[in-house]
């Protein structure tokens, strides 16, 4: 079968800034890996590259069967591969229930509506008139996984999805995430939070200087925490 995502040797760039230097990834179908390591090693240029806001030159991206030559965020939202955004980026002008139905616009079939992401989500559907901005963090989080469900994606990218939210939102969102991939939807958590990596994901790829310099197994024990915590350390 074919992986899902696969970046082969990919360099990387913004302007003459040299990020990626060659990064290799793969996440098969219905995994749950971790992508971790310190601030500004490059992982949110992983997910710019694939979406191609950030410049390739030299390497390969496989989505499924495809090799995208220039990627594009609708490419990669066409086959398969969603984001949810660090920040989130709600639309501000937009009730909850319009940014669930913007997810939709890239026409994928698949089990997700706005009432099975309400039957996820209660939350979303008692504010579903309400502008999207004005939700808590962490409501604006399970909104912004919701809209990223509405694609029917095969693989959703989770850029630092519990940045500055408080430990009882992210243990819910951990429980969310973990239903989200019972489902079948591969993740791929790009993480700080390394208590939720151990509950969330089953393997881990650590980054340094823009490329994987360590990976293996994730298992929900103090060692394997252990263990993760020393790739993140400044
Ligand atoms: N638009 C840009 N133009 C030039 N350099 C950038 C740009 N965006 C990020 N960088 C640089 O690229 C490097 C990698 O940044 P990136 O955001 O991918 O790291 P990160 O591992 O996701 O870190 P963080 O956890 O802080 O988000 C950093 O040195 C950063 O300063």
Known sequence: MNALLKLEDVNAFYGSAHILHGMNLTVNPGERVALIGRNGVGKTTVVNTILGLATMRGGRIGLGAKTLPRPRPY?????GVVVVPQGRRIVANLTVEENLQL???VGRKGPWSVPEIYKLFPI??????????????GQQQMLAVGRALMANP???????????LAPVIVDQL????NQVAAQGTALLLIEQNMSLVVRVAERYCAMAKGSVVAQGKVENTK?????LEAHVMV
Request: without cysteine; glycine residues 12%.
């Open 75 to 79: 490419l990669a939202a066409q086959n």
């Open 223 to 227: 060692q394997s925490l252990h263990d």
């Open 103 to 105: 997810g939709a616009a």
């Open 124 to 137: 979303l559907q008692e504010r579903a008139h309400t502008p999207g901005t004005a939700l808590s963090g």
């Open 154 to 164: 095969a693989l959703i990218l989770l850029d630092e999805p519990t940045e500055g």
């Open 174 to 177: 951990g429980v969310i995430f």
